[in-house]
């Protein structure tokens, strides 16, 4: 199963740093030297496929996140040294404003509305700045409708019709982001004339038949693959689109799902060991062809012995 295993990354500018996520133990943010550390120690364990996320210094950040397809973004050089280093890897990347941007959000606030159609080109030019940087797959995040669209374009434009689109396409406005957003600290930020949550765009979690409505959508815009986030609290909507579409289907077992675990195992509740690859196997029996979890390079251990 490790083959269909995607371990996450979170980076950060700098050297000699490991840092720990405080609410996901065991999760750690890393600079760009260190996390070639990591990822040599998952390729020894068989793991291959890595998705990265970037945490940025607020003075880099600002409305248009300009940053995201600025050539000497850290996230886009460790990308191509990742690549240098370990050409076997596959490199996910994360396509959204809200890393980059002053206010938190996957797309472009403006008269404290978000703008989608003045967010898609600023996501199609960080797309083509991370094919070109090296990644193999392109992981739209942010939920803005025709963004799939645009960046195909844009890649085939740019010539990277090679380069994969792995869409968020059931992202649901979850409560279980909160250790995620701590370790990029990409949460909305409180300022007047800005949305206070992601509801506008994120999905309801009551609804499951816009999964269908986002899937097809996304089909005909060129995806290739079709995400569904969280992953164990949607079980469901995995199912429903591993029944209904051939393209393969990914899951993420997100932040707050994991730290679940992790804190049930720490109060002697619940034995990790046997817990958590019980619980990557639900994600899998759904139907997920693709698993992102924070728990990979522990499975992939747990295998080894």
């Known amino acids: 199963m490790v083959e269909h295993l995607v371990q996450p990354l979170f980076l950060v500018d700098g050297q000699g740093i490991q840092?720990?996520?405080?609410?996901?133990?065991?999760t750690f943010r890393f600079s760009p030297d260190t996390v070639l550390n990591e990822v040599e120690a998952c390729l020894n364990l068989g793991i291959t496929n890595f998705i990265m996320f970037p945490a940025v210094a607020k003075d880099l950040k600002n409305k248009e996140a300009t940053y995201s397809y600025n050539p000497q973004n850290f996230y886009l050089k460790t990308a191509m040294e990742i690549k240098k280093r370990f050409p076997e890897t596959c490199l996910i990347s994360d396509v959204a404003m809200d890393p980059y941007n002053s206010d938190g959000h996957d797309?472009?606030?403006?008269?404290?509305?978000i703008q989608n159609d003045e967010t898609l080109p600023i996501l199609a030019k960080m797309a083509v700045a991370q094919a070109e940087a090296g990644f193999d797959i392109l992981g739209p995040s942010d939920m803005m409708d025709g963004r799939v669209g645009a960046i195909r374009v844009a890649l085939d434009e740019a010539g990277f019709t090679d380069t994969g689109i792995m869409s968020y396409t059931a992202k649901y406005a979850s409560a279980f982001y909160g250790?995620?957003?701590q370790a990029l600290d990409s949460a909305p930020r409180d300022l007047e004339n800005v949305p206070k949550d992601k509801k506008t765009y994120q999905m309801n979690p009551a609804n499951?038949?816009?999964?269908?409505?986002?899937a097809d959508l996304d089909v005909q815009e060129g995806a290739d693959f079709l995400m569904v986030k969280p992953a164990l609290h949607y079980l469901d909507v995995i199912h429903l689109l591993?029944?209904?579409y051939e393209l393969p289907i990914a899951a993420y077992h997100v932040s707050g799902e994991c730290a679940l675990l992790l804190a049930a195992a720490k109060m002697g509740w619940v034995d990790f060991d046997r817990?958590?690859?019980e619980t990557l196997l639900s994600i899998r029996r759904a139907g997920a062809d693709v698993i992102i979890t924070y728990f990979?390079?522990?499975?992939?251990?747990?295998?080894k012995g």
């Open 19 to 26: 840092n720990e996520v405080p609410s996901l133990p065991g």
């Open 107 to 113: 797309g472009y606030v403006r008269a404290g509305k």
């Open 179 to 181: 250790p995620f957003r």
């Open 208 to 214: 499951k038949r816009e999964a269908l409505i986002e």
């Open 242 to 244: 591993k029944e209904t």
């Open 275 to 277: 817990a958590m690859p």
């Open 296 to 303: 990979a390079k522990r499975f992939a251990k747990g295998l």
